[in-house]
């Protein structure tokens, strides 16, 4: 064989392999391509922080908002020391629309997330969309399969330094505190992520964010601020409540473990019983502003997937509190530097 006709035979098995690895990678690809698309739209279209300022027709209540983002970003980075972007300089006016639906999967008589795999961040247990009907055709493909099944609307969302995020209009309609903790829950993620390990990443994230935004609060209205007392009484409420949603998931966990071997019917039942009981008891909780009407369960129960969101985002919580204080003498920085040594950005 000629050197001519070894060559041609090289690109003709390069190509069919490339072929081949796009064909079988398609669906993943395609999903890539029309996030990549999604989030570009948004990038493409949002404005400086001053030209929003400056526009007469930007809500003057959302500009109040505004104006203390670069504080809390600023903040974020000195006194913690979050990775630097040009994250948040921006602003995306949503219109009163949302942007993103995120959709989840469990197993159904275990509370073990479906996972979906990416490239460089690994497993994943959320799958998010820029078109509704395309977040609703992966929910009925699930359900479909058998699958505990939820989509949520994500207040903000963080793309890891590969785009640049910007504010969003409905991330203003937060008091302050909750405003603080979401920027700065986004920019630890850009700082610390570690792959396959997104229980730990939004544990992390959500520990360190909600423990400094009350120190941000402190600093910019003080602690006896009406800001302050506001964050307090959410923050009070919200651990309530998902400290009461966890429990009920061990409560599950423990049930699951008895009904290996029973029927489907059986194991269904069971579940559901012990699901309303947990929804009957949020009545016991004494919450000063967050209000749980559990008539909004009446029709649709919670589910595994439910219940695996609460835990996503608070289940090592008390770990962290207890390393802050124990190995960081409380020192919110140290602790963040300690983690970016030890687990290098993606």
């Known amino acids: 064989?000629?050197?001519?006709?070894?060559?041609?035979?090289?690109?003709?098995?390069?190509?069919?392999?490339?072929?081949?690895?796009?064909?079988?990678?398609?669906?993943?690809?395609?999903?890539?391509?029309?996030?990549?698309?999604?989030?570009?739209?948004?990038?493409?279209?949002?404005?400086?922080?001053?030209?929003?300022?400056?526009?007469?027709?930007?809500?003057?209540?959302?500009?109040?908002?505004?104006?203390?983002?670069?504080?809390?970003?600023?903040?974020?980075?000195?006194?913690?020391?979050?990775?630097?972007?040009?994250?948040?300089?921006?602003?995306?006016?949503?219109?009163?629309?949302?942007?993103?639906?995120?959709?989840?999967?469990?197993?159904?008589?275990?509370?073990?997330?479906?996972?979906?795999?990416?490239?460089?961040?690994?497993k994943v247990p959320y799958k998010g969309f820029f078109e509704i009907e395309k977040a609703q055709r992966e929910l009925e493909t699930l359900k479909s399969q058998g699958y505990d099944v939820g989509v949520r609307n994500p207040g903000g969302w963080s793309t890891l330094g590969w785009f640049t995020d910007p504010i969003l209009s409905g991330m203003l309609k937060r008091n302050e505190g909750d405003l603080a903790s979401l920027i700065i829950h986004e920019m630890v993620h850009a700082t610390v992520f570690v792959k396959d390990s997104i229980d730990f990443n939004e544990n992390l994230a959500s520990f360190i964010a909600d423990t400094a935004a009350f120190d941000f609060i402190k600093w910019k209205y003080g602690p006896q601020s009406k800001e302050y007392q506001v964050y307090l009484d959410e923050t009070q409420d919200h651990a309530k409540y998902s400290n009461h949603i966890m429990r009920g998931s061990q409560s599950l966990d423990s049930l699951y473990g008895l009904l290996h071997g029973e029927s489907e019917e059986f194991k269904q039942a069971r579940k559901e019983e012990m699901i309303k009981k947990i929804v009957a008891s949020m009545d016991t909780l004494t919450l000063k502003e967050f209000k749980i009407p559990t008539s909004r369960f009446n029709k649709n129960l919670p589910n595994n997937d439910y219940f695996l969101a609460y835990l996503r985002y608070g289940s090592?919580?008390?770990?962290?509190?207890?390393?802050?204080?124990?190995?960081?003498?409380?020192?919110?920085?140290?602790?963040?530097?300690?983690?970016?040594?030890r687990f290098p950005f993606l």
């Open 316 to 341: 090592k919580q008390d770990n962290f509190k207890a390393e802050l204080h124990e190995k960081f003498n409380g020192n919110l920085r140290l602790m963040v530097k300690s983690y970016e040594k």
């Open 1 to 122: 064989m000629n050197y001519g006709s070894r060559m041609k035979k090289i690109f003709l098995t390069a190509g069919a392999m490339l072929v081949i690895v796009v064909a079988w990678n398609w669906s993943l690809i395609s999903y890539g391509v029309a996030q990549g698309m999604g989030q570009f739209k948004i990038i493409v279209n949002a404005r400086p922080i001053e030209e929003v300022l400056n526009d007469p027709e930007f809500p003057d209540s959302l500009k109040q908002k505004l104006a203390i983002v670069e504080e809390i970003r600023r903040f974020a980075i000195d006194s913690l020391g979050l990775k630097d972007t040009e994250n948040y300089k921006t602003v995306f006016d949503q219109k009163g629309q949302e942007l993103m639906w995120v959709v989840t999967a469990s197993e159904p008589y275990q509370l073990k997330s479906f996972t979906w795999q990416f490239p460089v961040v690994g």
